[in-house]
């Protein structure tokens, strides 16, 4: 069946988000107000649905990840709204702002995909929920590509700061 190729999809939410690893000096800044959306909301909503789809190993084998449960599917299915939501805020002038016309398209593609996602746990269909989950990563990736991550707090311009 599919299970060789299922494995890869848990980690997916490793490489969405692109390490993020400095949590110092963040200000509530315009700039940052987007990264904390995708920190503290979006990347924790794909991760419940990338989390109902496929199997993991560990030592004792494979751990099917399908929801067992209509409690289960019920939450996948939250997080595919969730997801859907989110696009939405993501084109509201406080996230939209100067980004462009790209970004709104970018942000429909979220709200596109998430139906599918929602329509999927609803059918309560382990295949296409891992597949629309790949698509779902596809579509956080093309905006990343279109979006790079902001370097660092841009208060000071300058590379090397040596005040402590
Ligand atoms: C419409 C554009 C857009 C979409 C769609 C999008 N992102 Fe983002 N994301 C961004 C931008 C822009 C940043 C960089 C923010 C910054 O550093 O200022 C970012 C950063 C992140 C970060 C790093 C946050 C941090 O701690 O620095 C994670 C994690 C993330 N996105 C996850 C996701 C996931 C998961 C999805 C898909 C479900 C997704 N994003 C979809 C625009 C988007």
Redesign the pocket.
């Known amino acids: 069946m599919i299970r060789n190729t299922i494995v890869a999809l848990a980690g997916l939410a490793l490489l ?3 390490g ?1 690893n400095e949590a110092e000096g963040e200000k509530k800044s315009e ?2 107000s ?2 904390d959306l ?2 503290d909301e ?2 924790p909503t ?1 991760e419940i649905y990338w989390g109902s789809a496929g199997s993991v190993s560990d030592e004792n084998g494979m751990t099917d990840l399908t929801p067992t449960t209509d409690e289960g599917w019920q939450k996948t299915r939250d997080s595919a709204v969730k ?1 859907g939501e989110l ?1 939405k805020k ?1 084109m509201e002038p406080q996230y939209s702002k100067d980004r462009g016309e790209g ?1 709104i398209r ?2 429909q ?2 709200i596109d995909v998430s139906k599918i996602a929602e329509q999927a746990a609803a059918d309560k269909n382990p295949d296409k929920v891992f597949e629309v989950g790949g698509t ?1 990563y596809d ?2 990736t093309a ?2 590509q279109a ?1 790079p ?2 370097e660092a707090p841009s208060a000071e311009g300058d590379g090397t700061a040596a005040a402590g």
Request: with cysteine.
């Open positions: 969405a988000g692109c993020g700039m940052a987007v990264r995708m920190k979006v990347q794909a997801l696009g993501l970004w970018l942000s593609g979220l779902i579509v956080c905006c990343h979006y991550q902001s």
